[in-house]
């Protein structure tokens, strides 16, 4: 395929966990040409240098002030809370074609107050949040095109909200007592991880953390009642792992009167029955993340419990994958009208 065809991409944040994965990705995709590959440290480096795993020839490390925004068709944002926005308010107008795909918290949260208050900084572009769309391909690849301006959302969020979703949808378990418990490889925490876990044996221990205001509580609390219109009563508590990627969720449900594991089971697959991503395993499945890492697949297994009605439903994926960058493309595949799985596996 020539060159002319292609779609121009720029990433902004190239060389962070998650940057590297984006990077990894789209140097095999058939539909894309990289421009611009953007950092603040390390110019001029290439990204060999960061990731022996990308040999495909790219550009250097650049500046955004090379960026041609005109020669563009989508930028990626992989930038700490706060900045994405500043970018896209200075384009989102002057460049009415150009696409922007963000994987911070930016536009995770419609509601300027609640974004101001969680992640505690001002929100620059609050007039756009009305133009961006959420999204977990599985849930919004219908009305995915009509946004230039798409958020990312979270790893953990994404790994509870796929098989929640559906079973809230369908009223098959409660919506009060839902305890979910998710175990996140360090990566999640990023490059600057020993400045945000500072306990002891950090790469060989497990830490619990930020149980009553995790900043992905809001975003899962906002995006369920949106598709379900219902609130859910859930605690949720994260733990970082001393592995590299992967996360595991364990959800504990309680269904609804006489509902059974296979009701539950089936409701999955009926509902991801064209997904091309999801996985729903044989009921009281043991599950971890081994198979997911490196892969945009979510596998998801329901388990009884001793307790009549109770269940707990695991969820694995990789978290610099289907929780972040694999995600991010997975949306770009639709954004452009490619096949939903090309440059993924």
């Known amino acids: 395929m020539s060159n002319q065809i292609k779609k121009k991409i720029a990433i902004i944040g190239a060389t962070g966990y998650t940057g590297l994965d984006l ?41 955004t002030k090379e960026i041609n925004w005109k020669a563009l068709d989508l930028v990626f944002f992989l930038l700490p809370n706060g900045h994405a926005q500043k970018i896209i308010k200075k384009n989102y107008y002057k460049h009415k074609k150009l696409k922007f795909i963000d994987l911070s918290a930016d536009f995770r949260i419609s509601n300027k107050n609640i974004y101001e208050k969680v992640y505690k900084m001002k929100h620059h572009a609050k007039n756009l949040l009305k133009n961006s769309l959420y999204s977990i391909p599985e849930f919004s690849k219908n009305v995915i095109k009509n946004y230039r301006i798409i958020s990312n959302p979270g790893c953990y969020s994404t790994s509870i909200q796929l098989p929640l979703i559906p079973l809230l949808q369908k009223r098959l378990i409660k919506n009060k007592n839902i305890t979910i418990d998710s175990k996140s490889g360090f990566s999640g925490a990023g490059k600057n991880l020993k400045k945000k876990f500072n306990h002891k044996n950090l790469f060989s221990s497990v830490f619990a953390y930020s149980t009553k205001n995790h900043r992905h509580i809001y975003e899962i609390e906002e995006q369920i009642l949106k598709y379900t219109k219902n609130k859910i009563e859930f605690t949720f508590n994260p733990h970082v792992l001393p592995t590299f990627r992967g996360i595991l969720s364990a959800i504990y449900v309680n269904g609804k009167n006489g509902i059974s594991a296979n009701s539950l089971r089936n409701c999955l ?28 697949n979510c596998e998801i297994s329901i388990c009884e419990t001793k307790i009549k009605n109770r269940f707990v439903i695991f969820s694995a ?11 991010a493309v997975q949306n770009m595949n639709i954004l452009f009208n490619f096949d939903e799985k090309l440059g993924l596996k």
């Open 23 to 63: 990077v990894l990705i789209l140097s095999k995709h058939p539909k894309v040409e990289v421009k611009n590959l953007c950092a603040t440290k390390n110019l001029g480096k290439v990204m060999s240098f960061f990731d022996k795993r990308i040999k495909n020839k790219l550009p250097k490390i650049s500046s």
């Open 269 to 296: 697959i009926r509902f991801y029955k064209k997904s091309k991503f999801i996985k729903i395993l044989k009921i009281n499945s043991a599950l971890g993340s081994g198979n997911v890492l490196n892969t945009n």
């Open 317 to 327: 994926l990789d978290n610099l994958v289907k929780g972040a960058s694999g995600q």
